[in-house]
């Protein structure tokens, strides 16, 4: 009995090397929309400290004319002269302006933290060094959070996410990866359609939950895939765009991802002029690699 072996730890690194590649450039792409998706909330938590620091310093002078004027009353003689200081000094303060705008500009703060720290946390998530085994996994919850990374991308996207979804066996990092890539491919192919005329394009994000699989169904409103390209479009190095705007690896790494690691199936339904569906299904069942 002969037997060959052959070593595959070149073409297994060469594989992660291609992977790693492809998700840097999914976030280079997206670098200036998450720096913009940043600086908005920044910007206004800045102008409302700034805001509150000023009416702190105004309360801060009245309160200590109101200290001097209760010392100030101990004398009765200076007791008319010092209320109206007082009455003139609250005056000029606008307490109903600063009743009146200080609350909001506090919750506009809190909004605003809270808007970085979800930007913050999502990348954190979405960038977390993969793991070489399969763990549980909230779908919904990945597409939220990859979303949210990649909002400047789109500005009109519609989530009906099934709240019925089972925990999945994944690789977290991979999955990610592939759903950034079909986020950013729909984006570019809406950004095709719409350039120049002022309107605005939809991404519909949904899953099923399908029992023994779960369904993640991506569907934009971009101009649909060519006939002549649709057989070619998980090909490596395949691209239609423009040179500097893909290296046409997204689709076929996450076909590998899909299909080779993940066990499941990736396909696309897509109609000229109207747009395209990309369906991911994912095998439910903990053991379903065996």
């Known amino acids: 009995r002969r037997f060959l072996l052959f070593d595959i730890s070149e073409r297994k690194a060469l594989e992660r090397q291609l992977s790693v590649s492809q998700k ?10 998450i720096a ?15 805001f509150l620091k000023q009416s702190f310093e105004v309360m801060l ?33 606008d307490m109903d302006f600063l009743k009146q705008e200080i609350p909001p500009a506090i919750d506009q703060t809190m909004e605003g933290v809270e808007r970085v720290a979800s930007i913050v946390k999502a990348m954190k998530k979405f960038s977390h060094p993969d793991r070489e085994d399969k763990q549980l996994m909230d779908i919904n919850s990945a597409i939220e959070n990859t979303v949210t990374i990649a909002r400047n991308e789109w ?14 066996p994944c690789y977290p990092g991979d999955l990610n990866q592939v759903i950034l890539n079909l986020i950013i491919n729909s984006a570019q192919a809406i950004e095709t359609v719409v350039k120049d005329t002022g309107s605005k394009g939809e991404i519909n994000i949904s899953t099923q939950n399908r ?7 991506i569907k934009d409103t971009g101009g649909g ?10 090909d490596p190095f395949f691209t239609t765009k423009d040179p500097g705007k893909g290296t046409g690896q997204g689709l076929a790494i996450s076909h590998d991802i899909i299909v080779n690691k993940h066990l499941g199936r990736i396909f696309f339904e897509t109609e000229d002029g109207i747009g395209t569906s990309f369906y991911i299904d994912l095998p439910a069942e903990v053991n379903a690699e065996n």
Not at 25 to 31: N, P, R, Y
Not at 225 to 234: D, G, H, S, T, W
């Open 24 to 33: 840097l450039e999914s976030i280079g792409f997206l670098a200036a929309g």
């Open 36 to 50: 913009h998706e940043i600086n908005t909330p920044i910007q206004y938590i800045g102008d409302n400290v700034r």
């Open 61 to 93: 002078s009245v309160m200590d004319r109101m200290k001097n004027f209760v010392q100030e009353a101990e004398n009765t003689d200076n007791l008319d002269a010092a209320i109206k200081e007082l009455g003139a000094e609250l005056e000029e303060m």
């Open 155 to 168: 500005k009109y996207v519609a989530n009906d996410l099934d709240s019925s979804l089972p925990y999945v």
């Open 211 to 217: 029992g023994k699989n779960v369904r993640i169904i």
């Open 225 to 234: 895939i060519p006939e002549a390209y649709q057989n070619k479009v998980f």
